[in-house]
């Protein structure tokens, strides 16, 4: 039975998400009694759990995206990578947090769209290739120090 002190409601960009920021996730979900979905393009293995489900939906660009923003609410937090979605998710008046520990505001997330698009700009010129930084654990343990002090804030557990 979920936890009724607070309603939030954790959605997971998953297609992305690395498999080590999930299992900090599904720990989050326990230890604070915190729903989490993850949302998927395939069907994901996720443990048996009261706060834990799966939301597959169908093949398509932003598909999972759309799904995650139609059934988000105010003060729920998304974890994405995704800086379109991020941003939609701050004008939905939600929480968006990357795989890598960076909890977007909508003091920077307008300057990271800019960035964004002049990258893509440059991909598609040829003139710049697409080159993100390895996962590393020092990624990881930024993810779990900012997962946790916002879990805290919100859950007071």
């Known amino acids: 039975m979920p936890n009724t002190h607070h309603s939030l409601h954790i959605w997971v960009d998953a297609d992305a998400c690395p498999v080590a920021i999930k299992e900090i996730l599904f720990r989050a979900a ?3 009694q915190t729903m989490t979905s993850l949302v998927a393009n395939s069907a994901l293995r ?3 759990s009261s706060y834990i489900d799966m939301l597959q939906v169908g093949a398509g660009f ?3 995206d759309d799904k995650i923003v139609s059934l988000l609410t105010v003060g729920d937090l998304v974890i994405t990578s995704d800086i379109p979605l991020a941003d939609e998710v701050l004008e ?3 929480y968006a947090l990357s795989p890598r520990g960076e909890l ?3 003091d920077t997330i307008k300057s990271r ?3 964004r698009d002049f990258l893509e700009t440059l991909r598609a010129s040829g003139i710049h290739s697409d080159h993100t930084d390895a996962f590393k654990p020092s990624d990881k343990q930024a993810f779990a120090n900012q997962l946790d002090t ?3 804030k ?3 557990v």
């Open 30 to 32: 326990e230890r604070t």
């Open 46 to 48: 996720i443990p048996k």
């Open 62 to 64: 932003d598909v999972a």
């Open 92 to 94: 939905h008046q939600a």
């Open 104 to 106: 977007f505001s909508s």
């Open 113 to 115: 769209l800019q960035m």
């Open 150 to 152: 916002f879990l805290n």
């Open 154 to 156: 919100r859950c007071h």
